[in-house]
C-alpha cells in the first residue's frame, strides 16, 4: 500500500527499517521493489548494509563519537548522514575516505531535533563547514513527530502541509546553489492519511510495517492493517476485580502508554488468539471490548476484563496483545533477530 | 547494607536477581553471604541455576504454560514457586518429581497479583487441591508495590507495617497445621526505609542494588547510593530552547516515566560523567540542577539544559544518566549477559 502510494506521488520511497529491525521483514520490502532504506542507528545501518542494502540513510543527527564507524560504513555502501550542528559536519569532513551524501535536519516543530526553519545561518554554517568534496549536500529532511500528539486527521494533514511546505521553501531557497536537492518527509500519521505530498520528494516512513495502538488511536490505521502482536499467557484471573494476569510486561510490551478519550492510561489491548494447534494457522481477532493492559511492572502485565470474552478466560489460555508502541515491543523481543 | 540490616533483623535475606540479572553481581551476593535468591521468570531461575545458585524462588504466580521447565528446574535446585489460583496447583502437581515449596502470593494492597488476604477460602482451594508430598506449603508471600505511589516515607512505612500484619495474621492462622511456615515480603522502598520488621520472616528487595531515581524521589536512598547510570552521548545542543539531544533513548533507558513535584513528567536526570581517559577512572558526579531528560523516543532523548554546567555541553561530550527505573535500563542494554 505504502510503495503504490509512493509511487503514485512520484516520491521516492525510503521506508525506515527501525520498527522491524528485520532482516527478513527488509525483504519483503525488497520484494516491493523497495531499493533505499532508513535506520536510526549506525549498527543498524551496519547490519543492513551486511544485509545486501546499499543505500542508506541514518535518520538521526550524527553522533561525532561514531564518526569513524560513519566514515568506514561510507566505503561500503551509499550513504547519506543528517547533520543539525556544524561541529558535526567537520567532525566527518576531516575524516571521510569515500563519498557519502547529507542532509540538514531541520525542525518543522516537533522540537527533538534538527534547525528551526528561520535560522538559515545555521543552515549556512553547515554548508559552509563541509570542506571537502566527499561530503555531497543532499537536502532538508525533517520527521515531523508532533503528528503523534494531534487530536484528529485533520491536525495531522495540516501537519503535514505545514512542514512540506517549510521544507520546499528551503529546497527554492538553496537549490540554484545546489541543483538536485530534495525534501524527505514522513512520520507514519503523515504517510498513511495525506493524499497531497506537493513539496515532498521522498517519504520514510517505519512503523507502518506493523502499525500499533497508538496508531489506531491516530486513525492512521484499521485495526485489520495491525501486523503485530505479543501472545501472551494468562497466569491468573481476579474475578473480584474483574482483571487478569498475563506474563507480558514492561521488557515485552515496553511502558508506552497511551491516554484513552476517557482519560484511562493503558498499555496494550487484549484480544483473542486461535492457536494454530487448535486451528489451521496462528490468528488474533478484532477486539471484543475494552479489555486494556491497565498496567505493567517488568514481567507483569494486568488486563481489565471488560468482554465477555475475556470474562471467561483461564489461566493457561493464551490473548493477543496489540501493543502501544509496536517499534519498541519488536526491539524488546529482539524480532529483529530474524 | 541490605544484608546487614537482614541480619540484624534475623530476617532470611533472599535478594531479588531481576535487577541486575548479572552472573557477575550475584558473585557479589555471594560474597556477602547471601545463599538464597529470588528470580522474575523460569529464564532468570535457569541462568543462576546454571550459575551455581541452589535455593530460588520465582516470584511470580507459576505460569501453566511452563509447568514442564518448572517441573525440571525442582529436579535441579531447591525451588520455591508461587499459587495465587489452584489451577497452578493442580498444573503443577500431577508433573512434579522432585519436592519443591510453594507460597501463597498475597495481596495486601497492590491488586496487581495475589489472593485478598480475608479470601481464605481461596487459599484453603490452594492447599487442598495440593495432593502431592512432593509440593510443600512453604508460607504466605507478598510485594507490597503500592509503596512506589507513596507521597512520603511515613506512608512507605504505614503500607510496610500493614502488609507485615496482614501476612502474619495468616500465618498465625495456619502454623499449627503447617508447623515452619515463614512469612515474606519486600519491596526496595519498605526494606531500605523500615527498622521494624515485626512479622516478617524473609526480605526479597531487588532493585536496591542500583538504586535509581525513582527511589531518589520516594527517599528510599541517596544520591550516593545509586549505583548504575547509562552514559550517552551529546549529539547536538539546541541553546534556542535550552535541550540537548543525546544518544540515549527508549531502547536505551526505557518508557519508565517520574512525575516530579512540579508536575513535570521526566524520564531520566543526567548528571556530569569523567571519563576515565580523563581521569583516574570513570566517575559520574552528582547533579549540577534540574537537568532532566524531558522525552524520550526509540533512539533520541532529549535533556533541559538547566545548570551552567549542561548549558556547556558540546557535542561529543559524554553525560551520565540516572535511568527512572534501573531494572528496566539494565534489562534493555543487556548488563545481565556479564
Not at 19 to 40: C, D, L, N, P
Not at 94 to 118: M, N, T
Amino acid at each position: 500500500m505504502m510503495s503504490e502510494k509512493a509511487a503514485a506521488n512520484q516520491l521516492i520511497f525510503r521506508p525506515h527499517f527501525k520498527t522491524h529491525q528485520s532482516v527478513k521483514t527488509g525483504e519483503w520490502f525488497r520484494e516491493a521493489g523497495v531499493t533505499a532504506i532508513t535506520v536510526s542507528s549506525v549498527n543498524m545501518a551496519r547490519k543492513f548494509a551486511a544485509a545486501g542494502w546499499t543505500d542508506i540513510t541514518i535518520a538521526f543527527p550524527m553522533n561525532i563519537r561514531e564518526v569513524e564507524q560513519v566514515s568506514q560504513l561510507a566505503e561500503q555502501v551509499k550513504l547519506n548522514v543528517l547533520f543539525d550542528t556544524h561541529e558535526q559536519v567537520s567532525a566527518l569532513a576531516s575524516l571521510l575516505k569515500q563519498e557519502a551524501g547529507y542532509f540538514i535536519k531541520i525542525d518543522v516543530g516537533h522540537h527533538r531535533a534538527g534547525i528551526l526553519p528561520d535560522d538559515t545561518d545555521s543552515i549556512d554554517r553547515i554548508i559552509s563547514a563541509v570542506g571537502s568534496e566527499l561530503l555531497n549536500f543532499k537536502g532538508f529532511l525533517t520527521h515531523a513527530g508532533q503528528t503523534y500528539s494531534a487530536k484528529n486527521k485533520d491536525e495531522i494533514l495540516g501537519i503535514h502541509r505545514k512542514s512540506a511546505e517549510i521544507l520546499n521553501e528551503l529546497k527554492q531557497k538553496y537549490i540554484n546553489e545546489f541543483p538536485g536537492i530534495i525534501t524527505s518527509s514522513g512520520d507514519t500519521p503523515s504517510c498513511s492519511l495525506a493524499t497531497d505530498f506537493t513539496g515532498i520528494d521522498e517519504i520514510r516512513p517505519g512503523n507502518f510495517v506493523y502499525y500499533d495502538l497508538m496508531q489506531l488511536q491516530l486513525g492512521s490505521c484499521s485495526f485489520n492493517q495491525i501486523a503485530a502482536v505479543v501472545i501472551c499467557p494468562v497466569v491468573s484471573v481476579y474475578p473480584s476485580r474483574n482483571e487478569a494476569l498475563i506474563y507480558g510486561g514492561a521488557v515485552h510490551l515496553s511502558k508506552e502508554s497511551l491516554n484513552r478519550p476517557d482519560g484511562r492510561r493503558i498499555f496494550g489491548l487484549a484480544v483473542p488468539f486461535i492457536d494454530g494447534k487448535l486451528a489451521d494457522a496462528d490468528a488474533w481477532l478484532p477486539p471484543e471490548g475494552d479489555d486494556f493492559v491497565v498496567s505493567l511492572s517488568q514481567e507483569h502485565g494486568i488486563i481489565s476484563l471488560d468482554s465477555q470474552w475475556s470474562k471467561n478466560l483461564k489461566p493457561g489460555n493464551l490473548v493477543a496483545i496489540i501493543p502501544v508502541h509496536s517499534c519498541l515491543a519488536v526491539d524488546l523481543l529482539g524480532s529483529g533477530d530474524f
